[in-house]
């Protein structure tokens, strides 16, 4: 056999080489074209998870619509945009408290008010009404009508008055929950002409109207402590008492009225513009005042 010269061998490594090459390009995807198993699997999963989040996260009720009660999912957002404002007025006004800013406190809980007024009538102008829009509403009065007065009537002046001070703060902190919570399991149950109790958003309108008026004078004596004292306290007690105010739930704003009902509320605007602090005082005050006031006219007639 004649033996094979260098160039012979050469080409036949060659050919071995490129042979090889071309079995395993058939065999093996290219790595720079496909994705990694391992990508792909990340992918999925993340995706998964966000699914998965969303439908753990999803709020589902029932609810009665022509008759038929329905599993809804999902919240309104409306109302509960007024709901979410309110108590980030609550908050601020907490925020504000503690950093002795308590003109700004008194006005934003009074914001807040006006905010949680709107909720309710936006839902149901809107037939947006929802149980969880009832219970978000709860909970935001708490903080804004319950904790925000409490921690700024303390931070102002209740904690120079030592323990006591806390005590009382406490107190209305306390009944502003009990209100909130039988006011909750009272609904339908009461006639809606009148609350039972001081409403919460009222008390804290007196509480922070009082501090907004006193802060403005620099009233800081000791008989102006003890003051803050009474009120605090005494509007903590007349929300979780059977005393019955007027809820204003029965006027018909879409009725005509006479003329002299929009000019008497313009010299209101006036009047509360002049002097906010005082004039708002002085309206929540003869609203607090009222119910035990027609309390004692009605026990009195009913005794002659």
Not at 157 to 163: A, E, R, S, T
Request: hydrophobic share 50%.
């Amino acid at each position: 056999m004649k033996p094979m010269t260098q160039d012979a061998r050469d080409q036949e490594h060659s050919n071995s080489d490129q042979s090889h090459l071309a079995q395993s390009g058939s065999t093996q995807p290219d790595k720079a074209e496909q994705p990694d198993s391992a990508d792909q699997s990340e992918v999925g999963g993340n995706e998964d998870l966000a699914a998965a989040f969303l439908r753990e996260t999803e709020v589902v009720e029932e609810a009665v619509e022509n008759g038929k009660k329905i599993r809804r999912r999902g919240i309104y957002l409306l109302p509960n945009l007024f709901t979410t404002s309110a108590l980030f007025a609550g908050f601020f006004a907490v925020v504000a408290g503690i950093n002795g800013e308590f003109a700004s406190a008194a006005v934003a809980i009074f914001i807040a008010m006006v905010l949680d007024g709107l909720d309710g009538r936006v839902a149901r102008m809107t037939n947006t009404q929802s149980e969880f829009g009832a219970e978000y509403d709860s909970l935001a009065d708490m903080i804004s009508f319950g904790m925000a007065p409490a921690l700024v009537a303390f931070t102002w002046i209740l904690q120079d008055i030592g323990k006591t001070g806390w005590v009382v703060a406490f107190l209305y902190v306390a009944c502003a929950a009990l209100r909130l919570a039988r006011f909750n399991v009272q609904i339908g149950s009461v006639d809606k002409k009148w609350f039972i109790g001081l409403p919460s958003p009222s008390a804290a309108a007196l509480v922070a109207a009082s501090v907004w008026t006193f802060h403005s004078f620099d009233a800081d004596a000791f008989g102006f402590k003890l003051l803050m004292l009474v009120v605090v306290a005494a509007a903590g007690v007349l929300m979780v008492s059977n005393i019955r105010y007027y809820s204003f739930k029965d006027l018909d704003f879409k009725k005509p009225v006479p003329f002299v009902v929009l000019l008497a509320i313009v010299l209101a605007f006036v009047l509360i513009s002049v002097e906010p602090s005082v004039m708002l005082l002085l309206l929540f005050g003869t609203y607090v005042a009222s119910g035990p006031v027609l309390a004692v006219m009605r026990k009195a007639k009913t005794s002659s």
